[in-house]
């Protein structure tokens, strides 16, 4: 019998490998991926992972053939590989229902902003900024699938601790934040973000990383509408029928 062929196609990478460490395979700025198959279907169906939110996870590291620790993704290409997925597995039309408006996006026209080389030193996920009312500099560093997941676990262990409290904002600062005024002790970062740090700071702190932090973007132009609206990711952005 002969041999099977399974098709796949290369990816580029918003980040373009910049703040990978060398020798990382992700410091290509490309990684390798399948297409989709039946059997990433049933990971897509199987209730247990939908229910513990990991279902996109597992089908991604399913996918992808490039020998990579799928921990040290930067969350913008992981996005861009979740975007690529769909299209390689689903095709590039998207549909789904937006307060009852329903619309399709072509996946295909979705622009990625690439990370611009200024402003990264010596290949590392370390930038620094000054915060514009305190005056403090601190540096700070673009969050990876592990930090998202660090940040889930603490969250619901404080959760549990007091279900009314919900520490978002300050515990994905916690991580974001890699030192201030030099100091780079873990809990010198607490303490400041807990009792330092100005409202109007840590907005602007926000922006900018919005600014530079290279990603896919993943809104659109509702017709007729001059604002940008979310596209909606979910389990049904690779099946509706999942």
Do not use: C
Request: glycine residues 6%; proline residues 4%; charged residues 30%.
């Amino acid at each position: 019998m002969s041999e099977f062929k399974l098709p796949t196609e290369v990816i580029e990478l918003p980040s373009k490998g910049l703040l990978y460490p060398e020798g990382s395979e992700l410091a290509k700025g490309t990684l390798e991926m399948k297409y989709m198959t039946a059997k990433e279907e049933d990971i897509l169906t199987n209730q247990s992972y939908i229910q513990k939110g990991t279902v996109l996870d597992r089908l991604m590291k399913a996918l992808i053939i490039s020998k990579i620790s799928y921990d040290d993704l930067l969350i913008g290409d992981k996005n861009a590989v979740m975007v690529a997925a769909r299209i390689l597995g689903y095709g590039k039309d998207y549909s789904f229902s937006i307060l009852g408006e329903d619309h399709t996006v072509d996946l295909s026209t979705l622009e990625s902003k690439t990370l611009n080389d200024e402003l990264f030193k010596d290949g590392k996920n370390n930038f620094e900024f000054t915060l514009p009312h305190s005056g403090n500099k601190i540096t700070f560093k673009l969050l990876t699938h592990k930090d998202e997941q660090s940040i889930n676990r603490e969250l619901e262990g404080l959760k549990k601790i007091n279900k009314d409290n919900s520490p978002e904002l300050t515990t994905r600062l916690k991580y974001l934040i890699t030192s201030v005024e030099g100091k780079t002790e873990i809990k010198d970062i607490r303490e400041f973000i807990d009792n330092y740090l100005l409202a109007r700071d840590s907005r602007a702190l926000r922006e900018y990383i919005k600014e530079i932090q290279p990603d896919v973007d993943l809104t659109f132009f509702p017709d007729g509408e001059s604002t940008r609206v979310n596209i909606p990711v979910g389990v049904s952005f690779f099946w509706p029928d999942a």
